[in-house]
């Protein structure tokens, strides 16, 4: 038994994330510097599985593999880390009736005041409230909140079959813990603007902060860097994937954003959506899904808009720290249109766009 972050693990850090009668697939994280092995086994059957790893993370490491195999619905699949022979979570597999496309999990980044509880709302005509973690019953538990990120890193790793959809408010980076075949969403919105609203939000909800004027609140250490400042870029830039170093994004210092790299998996995620084009992102959507939505309302409408005018000297504060943002915002709104147009006539099952 080992400890991994704030939970304990019984079995090897790694999982099968997918397992259908054409292809079984997971992932493994080592600290070792070579590449991992990992032996599967169909009916006691065994077959040694190289892996890859699409990102360098320091700290451990969090290889892939992916394996071709004809198995019967019913099928027992196991897996275990070849040095050590630990079996990996998730292990034994049961495969599935469901194809492969049934049953990819679907990941959704909700970065914070980017209309992500609205588009939630849309999620759920897709999705039974049964296959989503967090469940809206859970969220509104914690009021309102999503759970802690280690509490959300340990469902990764311990996939259930059940689950299918996972969103909140967690960098891109930990999609990996859902395998090579997760399909990832993303909205996002022009930077001041969502900075603007952050801003609003803070002084209505963060006790006392409400007698405060605009310009202490941005002084304030507390949220000037981590919800004020490039964020999205924060969310999508690639980050150790290790289960116990998960919370470092929200502590990135100005400064050491990477761009490069955010955009990199923005080019891979499978949705994005665009905040102001919210009625296109939502074609975009069904398109994917393959089957019609329905217009969601404002579930987060802005209790704040009889607040003071923010002034000009704040707002052009919020744009000058914004810069990465306002540049990844725009490579969003470039694939969102190239993307858009490229609608075909026809409807298609989700994970098309995926690179």
Same mark, same amino acid.
């Given at each position: ?6 939970? !304990? ?8 994330? $997918? ?10 994280? !080592? ?30 490491? %969090? ?18 880390? =070849? ?9 034994? =597999? ?78 891109? /980076? ?12 993303? $909205?996002? *919105? ?7 609203? !952050?801003?609003?939000?803070? *002084? ?23 919800? $004020? ?32 790299? =955010? ?17 296109? /992102? ?10 019609? $939505? ?23 504060? %919020? ?37």
């Amino acid at each position: 038994m080992r400890m991994v972050g704030a939970f !304990t693990m019984t079995c090897s850090p790694g999982a099968i994330t $997918l397992a259908t009668g054409q292809r079984v697939e997971g992932w493994v994280a !080592t600290d070792r510097i070579t590449l991992p092995r990992v032996d599967l086994a169909i009916w006691g059957a065994w077959h040694t599985v190289p892996t890859w790893s699409d990102a360098a993370s320091p700290g451990r490491a %969090l290889f892939h593999f992916s394996m071709p195999v004809r198995a019967q619905t019913g099928s027992v699949i196991e897996a275990r880390e =070849a040095s050590s022979q630990r079996r990996l979570c998730g292990s034994p =597999a049961i495969v599935s009736a469901n194809t492969a496309s049934r049953t990819r999990r679907v990941y959704f980044v909700h970065i914070p005041k980017t209309g992500g509880t609205s588009f939630r709302r849309v999620l759920s005509q897709v999705f039974p409230f049964y296959t989503i973690y967090p469940s809206q019953l859970s969220i509104w538990r914690k009021g309102g909140k999503y759970p802690p990120l280690s509490e959300f890193v340990a469902k990764l790793i311990r996939p259930s079959y059940r689950l299918r959809l996972y969103h909140g408010h967690y960098p891109w /980076s930990m999609s990996r813990l859902l395998g090579p075949s997760a399909h990832t969403m993303v $909205l996002l *919105r022009e930077p001041v603007a969502r900075a603007i609203s !952050t801003l609003r939000h803070l *002084r209505t909800h963060v006790p006392g902060l409400e007698n405060l004027t605009w310009d202490e609140i941005v002084e304030d250490r507390r949220f000037a860097r981590s919800q $004020l400042a490039n964020v999205q870029t924060k969310y999508l830039q690639d980050l150790p994937t290790a289960p116990d170093a998960a919370e470092r994004f929200r502590r990135i210092p100005r400064g050491e954003e990477n761009l490069p790299s =955010a955009k990199r998996n923005l080019s891979r995620t499978g949705f994005i959506g665009i905040t102001e084009r919210f009625d296109d /992102s939502v074609r975009l959507a069904e398109h994917q899904f393959g089957q019609s $939505l329905r217009p969601a309302p404002t579930l987060n409408p802005a209790a704040h808009r009889n607040c003071d005018p923010i002034p000009e000297r704040v707002i052009r504060r %919020l744009a000058s720290w914004n810069d990465l943002d306002q540049q990844l915002y725009s490579y969003a709104v470039e694939l969102f249109e190239s993307r858009l147009q490229s609608l075909p006539q026809t409807q298609c099952e989700y994970g098309q766009h995926d690179t």
